[in-house]
């Protein structure tokens, strides 16, 4: 296994990770933002306002887009074991 095969690799686990986990952060920086400027316009400092927004979303993000996060992940993973037999010459 050569070098740039490891570098290869690496690139694609870090370039599969940052596509799957994009939508779920993506919504929940959102939703954290419209929290905080309403906060910021009504002066309400309460933990709790921010959490429970960001959970639900990130329930109704999972639902939507699990589908596709197992499908790039199952495909990845695919991927990576049919060469297998490449890495190992």
């Known amino acids: ?3 740039e095969m490891v570098t ?7 370039e599969t990770t ?3 986990s994009s939508p779920i952060l993506g919504l929940s920086l959102f939703v ?3 929290i905080s400027a309403l906060q910021a316009m009504t002066q309400m400092n309460e933990g709790t306002l921010t959490f429970v927004p960001k959970v ?3 329930f109704v993000a999972l639902l939507f ?8 992940m199952t495909t990845y993973m695919a991927n990576l074991l049919i060469s297998i037999p490449n890495y190992v010459q």
């Open 1 to 3: 296994m050569t070098p």
């Open 8 to 14: 290869e690799l690496a690139r694609q686990a870090l």
């Open 18 to 20: 940052l596509l799957v």
């Open 32 to 34: 954290g933002l419209v």
């Open 56 to 58: 639900v979303v990130l």
């Open 65 to 72: 887009f699990l589908p596709w996060m197992l499908n790039t």
